[in-house]
């Protein structure tokens, strides 16, 4: 009658091994979201999606995409699969990377989409610090080896006038 989505959970009544009768309840998407999706990092993309690879529920543009298919990477790459991580886009097309992971007991799958920047900045970070550091280490062994190298050539320069006197001398 509402004409909004909502997601029916049911859950049987078992007395002396027999199902009596089954309690349904009906939870609208978003509801899930804000239940399940939660404390998701800031820019990641956590989504469900069921066993037809439609949108149950989303942390970002729920209303919109709710009902909706799945992105088709995203679709090619669950088919059949328990879990996995891989590199793809999100339904807005930002590139991202995907962790999943489908319930055995549903079918349901709940993805995470990392961005690809977000993921990378670390790894960028850390060829930033060995740059940087080995830039300063490769300056420093160049000034010592220039240093070490005048102190001896100057002692090899006082040695060979040594030599030349005593040469002389004879």
């Known amino acids: ?16 091994e027999k199902v009596l009768y089954v309690l349904n309840i009906g939870i609208e998407p978003i ?13 990641w993309t ?41 590199g793809g886009h999100t339904l807005e097309g930002d590139p991202v990377f995907t962790a999943y992971q489908r319930s055995l007991l549903a079918g349901w799958v709940i993805s995470f989409a990392i961005p690809e920047d977000v993921l990378n900045e670390p790894l960028l970070d ?14 420093l062994s160049i000034a010592a080896a220039i240093l070490y190298g005048r102190i001896i050539g100057n002692g090899l320069g006082a040695l060979a006038r040594s030599a030349r006197r005593v040469g002389q001398e004879d």
């Open 1 to 16: 009658v509402s004409k909004r989505p909502f997601v029916m959970v049911g859950v049987p009544v078992i007395r002396d």
């Open 31 to 43: 509801e899930w979201g804000r239940a399940l999706l939660r404390d998701i990092p800031e820019g």
């Open 46 to 86: 956590a989504s469900i999606v069921d066993t037809k690879f439609r949108v149950v529920t989303r942390s970002r543009d729920a209303q919109r995409y709710i009902g909706q298919l799945g992105a088709e990477t995203f679709r090619s790459r669950i088919k059949g699969d328990s879990g996995s991580f891989y």
């Open 126 to 139: 850390l060829w930033w610090m060995f740059l940087i550091n080995g830039g300063t280490g490769l300056v």
